[in-house]
């Protein structure tokens, strides 16, 4: 269900931004960075002695993907990430 709401905010993020990608090249390598780890992930499923644990954690690693990339493109004016500081500290507070 994680998985399905953080790819919902990926497409929200896509069609509601120019420029959805990190401008900066630190930002687009932690992307490219992560899917390949994704992609590694899911191919150890192929050799894994216990292939349930391989494939959970690959989508475990898609869902980090999709959530790192629809932050990066909902969270880039100032006003929103001066929010999201508090927000996330109220979240985990309660």
């Given at each position: 269900?994680?998985?399905?709401?953080?790819?919902?905010?990926?497409?929200?993020?896509?069609?509601?931004s120019?420029?959805?990608?990190?401008?900066?090249?630190?930002?687009?390598?932690?992307l490219?960075?992560?899917?390949?780890?994704?992609?590694?992930?899911?191919?150890?499923?192929?050799?894994?002695?216990?292939?349930?644990?391989?494939?959970?954690?690959?989508?475990?690693?898609?869902?980090?993907?999709?959530?790192?990339?629809?932050g990066?493109?909902?969270?880039?004016?100032?006003a929103?990430q001066?929010?999201?500081?508090?927000?996330?500290?109220?979240?985990?507070?309660?």
């Amino acid at each position: 269900m994680g998985r399905l709401i953080a790819w919902a905010l990926v497409v929200v993020a896509m069609l509601s931004s120019r420029h959805p990608l990190p401008a900066r090249l630190g930002g687009r390598l932690a992307l490219i960075g992560l899917g390949l780890l994704a992609l590694w992930t899911l191919l150890s499923f192929t050799w894994a002695p216990v292939a349930g644990n391989a494939y959970h954690a690959g989508q475990r690693v898609i869902l980090y993907a999709g959530a790192l990339l629809a932050g990066a493109a909902l969270l880039r004016r100032r006003a929103v990430q001066r929010a999201v500081e508090p927000l996330l500290a109220l979240g985990a507070w309660s």
